[in-house]
């Protein structure tokens, strides 16, 4: 008999484990919280507004709390990605290879606009400016977006290198160089003469009214750049990244619920990544020192 | 055709010649080697793909402050002042100007509320016109005072990047308050002002990334280039800013030295406008067409749809901002999005005697009524909400020259669109017979509604909804009856009568009464529910309402693509199938129209192109047209043969792949 408690006890041990583990992990996936970190080009408030069915269709799909936060800047999304404020964040090619070096940070989707998952810097001119080429831009002035932009700034800058027209800077080729601060600005700043040429990204041409559009042309394009791409952070779990990317692909085939793909950037649909996808930014971010 | 003409250029002249058929020859050819050849640079530099719906305008997006200020002085300058509109800009305003510091704050409102107070019931012209300069010339001071504020805050705090860009891009933003006018009259002084921009956000220096990279701010040029903005705005609009006696209110930079007043300034629609069509598009159904009649020889139809689509009938502003009867009524159908500040009451309405569109024929009240569809208009005269013309002629020809400032339309030309807007159908409608019941296939709701749509009503001293609402008469009885719905002139008077609209086709054109009042076909239910005291229970409300969109749909309401270049292509092509009536008869101003309509149609279209490489395809049709009309400016019409002819060419052979 004493043995039969004793067999008994053996018996029931493992199963006591089991159970609580097994309650363990469903309290563990009911409390799970997803935090995802938005980037705001323009309103936040009217951002994390707009954002609001499609996490209510990730908390739906994932069967987990999900949290939103709104950055107006990528270091934010980083920091947050870094410090685990935030899970998975927004961010562009080239953000993504610095924030891959510094934090850790891996790609898991990147954006389809078009029908592509990449997209290409150009350098527009005034059509009645009479330039044509890239080399008639020498001692002219130039609007780019920002110091730290993938297609508003490297891939611009390297589409005159590959000509041959200028190094890693493009101070000497230039007259003056200027940073719009935005694509609308910078497109328009071409539009308007205040400039010469805006090296761009290609979507920057639609910020300008249709009649106005007429009015400007590209003259050099760059080569394909990955399109942005939402990048989780270091050590978030692959069962995480692969039901998040189920649910961020199932949006483009979901006739029901593709229509919250407006809300997310107006993208066409998701495509998986990874870091290799992402090399030859890595490789221009060493050749003009944004990764040393 | 064109390969031959390829073939036989010799000159290489590229000059557009239109002074002879010839000429024009070595002009084309030229140009169409230009045309691929820019495809060519197409597919070398991969130029921008346009995403799907391209040709649709994005709404400008504005600082909350230049929102109002640009919607208020848009309102100020009308007849009557929407005063209403113009105290809750006030209040934005206001709200935004909370960053200066209380004593500022505080005589802003001052000034605004001492304004306010002397507006009055019944103010002759001059009070009213004193009354909005006097607002104009206090906000305007108030947006430049701010906008500087913001430079200064961003120049003081330059060691901090977040807090000096996010000053400089309020300041920026602010400074669309009076670009528009600047751009116009000072081209100088909005370059000045442009490069100055570009100045102080590279000067701004970058915060770099993940503490790499960063830019030091440059103070000396960020402060060089700071000044001249705040000296531009200070001499123009700040401090005793005055608008001289009977101007319109603008920001016009008068104390600029390069400011020019003799130039045209386009006219721009206040914020909160909106003059994009809907898509998909509502599904047009013209009778000839659904009988299978060749297009090409329904010549006079042809005119009456291009005049239809073309804002070169109407006057100014209309035309310059290239609105036309399809811009509200599109492809005959209700534009519900159609709206404009202080024109509208809410999206799909417009005061169409109102002063801004045609002064001349303002009735000096706001009175603005919900856009009417068209299918079937035919069937439904009188026409206008108070069936205020027995006539369609009578009623189009109003449109155009009082409404919106048109000239005497030609004779032919009114022909067109008559016939044009005859051929408007109602949607075919399964659940009805030709006496306008119920057919089997209507649900159980509607065909309770249908009863209840033919009770007599105490309440409506015995008649019934169907009284009015004739089934078998396309639910129309021809008459103008009042329901109390219209804010009368006096307790007594009897001006509130309105023409009895169809239910065909009426679950489409949301929302609903003379003036959009109503949002849903079940609100009207309730409405004259309780006006009328019909009586009905809630099941009863909701089969009427079933009853009525039942009446009120149809099969296909909406195009199934949102890609219309296509069959916009295919309409132009249309367009000009009246090309030969018109020049036998000698309508060279119609045609000159026609031509007109087509380039600036290509134009607004054909961002929408999906092979870009084609783009210069659409540019050649387009400058086609375009050298057709210069061709009848100056008497050249055997130029005008031979472009008609190419423009027919270049559609015959690329339609395929414009699309």
């Not at chain 2, 019941?437 to 749509?453: K, N, P, Q, W």
Request: charged fraction near 25%; aromatic fraction near 10%; include cysteine.
């Amino acid at each position: 008999m004493k043995n039969r408690k004793l067999l008994l006890g053996i018996w029931l041990l493992p199963l006591a484990l089991i159970m609580t583990e097994k309650h363990n992990l469903a309290a563990a996936e009911s409390n799970a919280e997803l935090r995802i970190a938005f980037i705001a080009y323009q309103n936040p408030d009217q951002l994390l507004e707009n954002v609001k069915p499609v996490v209510g269709y990730l908390k739906h799909r994932l069967g987990m709390e999900i949290k939103e936060y709104v950055a107006t800047d990528y270091s934010s999304i980083v920091e947050a990605l870094r410090n685990k404020t935030a899970d998975v964040g927004f961010m562009g090619p080239l953000q993504y290879v610095m924030a891959h070096r510094q934090a850790g940070a891996i790609p898991i989707l990147g954006e389809i606009y078009n029908g592509k998952a990449t997209y290409v810097s150009q350098i527009f001119v005034r059509k009645d400016s009479g330039l044509k080429k890239l080399e008639d831009l020498r001692n002219k002035n130039i609007a780019f977006v920002d110091p730290i932009s993938s297609s508003g700034y490297m891939y611009p800058l390297d589409i005159f290198r590959s000509k041959g027209l200028t190094d890693k800077s493009a101070e000497k080729f230039f007259n003056r160089v200027y940073f719009a601060g935005g694509d609308e600005q910078a497109i328009r700043a071409v539009y308007n003469g205040f400039v010469d040429a805006a090296g761009i990204g290609q979507y920057s041409f639609n910020l300008l009214r249709s009649e106005e559009r007429d009015e400007v042309v590209a003259i050099g394009t760059s080569r394909p750049i990955p399109s942005h791409c939402l990048v989780a952070r270091k050590g978030l779990s692959k069962k995480t990244v692969e039901k998040l990317q189920e649910a961020f692909l199932n949006l483009s085939n979901d006739d029901e619920n593709s229509y919250l793909l407006k809300y997310l950037y107006s993208v066409d649909g998701y495509v998986k990544v990874t870091h290799e996808n992402y090399l030859e930014v890595e490789e221009l971010g060493k050749r003009y020192d944004f990764i040393r | 055709m064109l390969k031959k003409n390829l073939l036989n250029n010799e000159t290489g002249s590229g000059k557009t010649a239109v002074s002879n058929g010839v000429g024009y020859k070595t002009g084309l050819c030229c140009r169409l080697i230009a045309a691929l050849n820019y495809a060519f640079w197409i597919a070398v530099f991969g130029i921008v793909n346009a995403p799907l719906l391209a040709h649709i305008v994005p709404s400008e997006t504005y600082h909350p402050v230049t929102e109002s200020y640009r919607r208020m002085s848009f309102v100020l300058n009308l007849n009557p002042v929407p005063w209403e509109l113009v105290k809750s800009d006030i209040e934005n305003l206001t709200a935004g100007f909370e960053e200066f510091d209380a004593e500022r704050t505080a005589q802003i409102k001052d000034s605004f509320r001492e304004a306010l107070a002397e507006l009055g019931e019944e103010m002759g012209p001059e009070e009213r016109k004193r009354i909005a300069r006097n607002i104009f010339e206090i906000s305007t001071p108030a947006v430049a005072d701010l906008l500087i504020e913001q430079l200064e805050r961003s120049n003081n705090s330059l060691n901090d990047y977040r807090a000096a860009q996010a000053s400089l891009d309020s300041a920026r933003q602010l400074w669309a308050s009076f670009h528009h006018e600047v751009r116009y009259t000072d081209p100088p002084g909005f370059k000045k002002i442009g490069m100055a921009w570009l100045e102080l956000s590279t000067s701004l220096g970058s915060p770099g990334f993940l503490n790499d990279r960063a830019v030091p701010p440059e103070p000396e040029r960020f402060l060089t280039n700071m000044s001249i903005i705040r000296d531009y705005v200070a001499a123009n609009y700040c401090g005793e800013f005055q608008v001289p006696q009977d101007s319109r209110l603008e920001p016009l930079p008068r104390a600029s030295v390069t400011y020019d007043g003799s130039r045209t300034i386009p006219t721009k629609l206040p914020p909160g406008s909106e003059i994009n069509k809907q898509l998909p598009r509502p599904r047009q159904i013209l009778n000839m067409a659904e009988r299978g009649v060749d297009e090409g020889e329904t010549v006079l139809i042809a005119l009456g749809d291009m005049a239809f689509d073309s804002p070169f009938i109407l006057g100014h502003p209309a035309r310059s901002l290239l609105i036309s009867c399809n811009t509200c009524h599109n492809k005959s159908i209700t534009n519900p999005k159609f709206s404009i500040p202080g024109l509208s009451t809410r999206a799909g309405g417009l005061d169409v005697s109102n002063s801004f569109f045609a002064s001349h024929a303002n009735n000096g009240h706001f009175d603005p009524l919900d856009i009417p569809d068209l299918r079937g208009i035919r069937f439904t005269a009188p026409y206008g909400r108070n069936g205020r013309f027995d006539s369609l002629r009578e009623f189009v020809r109003n449109v155009i020259v009082n409404e919106f400032n048109g000239s005497e339309p030609d004779p032919v030309l009114m022909d067109g669109i008559i016939a044009y807007m005859l051929e408007f159908d109602f949607l075919a409608n399964p659940n009805l017979n030709l006496d306008g019941s119920l057919t089997d296939l209507a649900s159980e709701e509607a065909r309770r509604g249908e009863e209840l749509f033919h009770r007599p009503y105490r309440g409506m001293n015995g008649r019934s909804c169907a009284t009015c609402h004739v089934p078998s008469a396309n639910f129309v009885d021809h008459k103008r009856h009042d329901l109390g719905t219209m804010m009368r002139s006096s307790t007594f008077s009897r001006d509130g009568s309105l023409d009895t609209p169809t239910l065909l086709g009426i679950k489409y054109s949301a929302p609903y009464f003379h003036d959009g009042r109503l949002p849903t076909i079940q609100a009207v239910s309730v409405w004259f529910n309780e006006n009328f005291d019909l009586g009905l229970t809630e099941r009863e409300l909701g089969d009427l309402t079933t009853y009525v969109e039942t009446v009120g749909s149809g099969i296909a309401a909406y195009e199934d693509t949102l890609q219309t270049l296509e069959s916009e292509l295919e309409e132009f092509s249309f367009f000009l199938s009246a090309y030969e009536f018109l020049k036998q008869n000698g309508k060279w101003e119609l045609i000159d129209i026609t031509l007109q309509t087509i380039t600036h149609e290509i134009h607004a279209h054909k961002w929408d192109l999906q092979d870009p490489q084609y783009m210069s395809i659409l540019n050649l049709m387009a400058e086609t047209t375009e050298d057709a009309s210069e061709a009848i400016a100056i008497d050249n019409f055997e130029t005008v043969d031979v472009l008609v002819a190419e423009y027919r060419a270049l559609y015959a052979e690329y339609a395929d792949r414009l699309y």
